[in-house]
């Protein structure tokens, strides 16, 4: 079934919510790179690792985790170094990785839609529509329980926020990125997502 934006944004109908993909207006294709984006603990890592292990040929790339990695961990030489901006760093990392064959590389947060560093969100997303396929990923269909586990999933970090913020956040981002996605998987069940994500793009 076709969700629209306006469906998806609204409170829901009476239909039980189901994992799924939806259509989106680009044609599926075959390709040998796939991008996870969306909102903070949305689950784009865990359909990453989900894929992955169905995909044995396949390398994930976890964007977050490799900027903490190359940027954070080194701490006795960080001064030594210029400093980079988590988003240049981000930007980075994201083309290196690219390079590579049969990838599946899950961007930060703010990799696509962009609202402190607009210009960077919009050459990732040119980078990553010519690479590969975009899939954005959420919890639900619906809005208020997609808000609602992403901000369980929030409170067991390390970051404070409230359901407020969440709800916030959502509604000024989530909509362009639905605009940006090639496809939108939605549930909370991994490996039948990641199931959906092979199946769409021949992998």
């Known amino acids: 079934m076709v969700s629209t934006d306006a469906k998806c944004a609204s409170e829901p109908s009476k239909k039980p919510e189901r994992p799924g ?3 989106m207006p680009r044609p599926p294709m075959v390709t040998d790179c796939i991008f996870l984006f969306g909102p903070r603990a949305a689950g784009k890592s865990t359909v990453g690792k989900a894929l992955v292990d169905l995909l ?3 390398t994930f790339y976890d964007i977050d ?3 903490r990695l ?3 961990s080194d701490r006795e030489n960080a001064e030594d170094r210029p400093p980079v901006s988590y988003y240049e760093g981000c930007r980075k990392i994201m083309l290196d990785c690219m390079e590579n064959e049969r990838v599946i590389i899950a961007l930060g947060g703010g990799a ?3 609202d402190v560093i607009p210009e960077v969100g ?5 980078d ?3 690479r590969g396929a975009l899939v954005l990923v959420l919890p639900a269909r619906r809005r208020s329980r997609c808000c609602h586990i992403i901000y369980q999933r929030e409170s067991k970090r390390r970051y404070v926020m409230t359901e407020d913020y969440v709800r916030q956040q959502f509604d000024q981002r989530v909509g362009r990125m639905r605009d940006y996605a090639d496809g939108i998987v939605y549930g909370i069940a991994p490996r039948r997502l990641a199931q959906q994500v092979i ?4 992998l």
């Open 122 to 126: 919009i050459r990732n997303f040119q």
């Open 21 to 23: 993909m939806d259509h």
């Open 199 to 202: 199946r769409r793009y021949g």
């Open 112 to 114: 696509i839609v962009n």
């Open 128 to 130: 990553c529509r010519r």
């Open 65 to 67: 985790y490799e900027f």
């Open 56 to 58: 044995p040929n396949w």
């Open 70 to 72: 190359r940027f954070e």
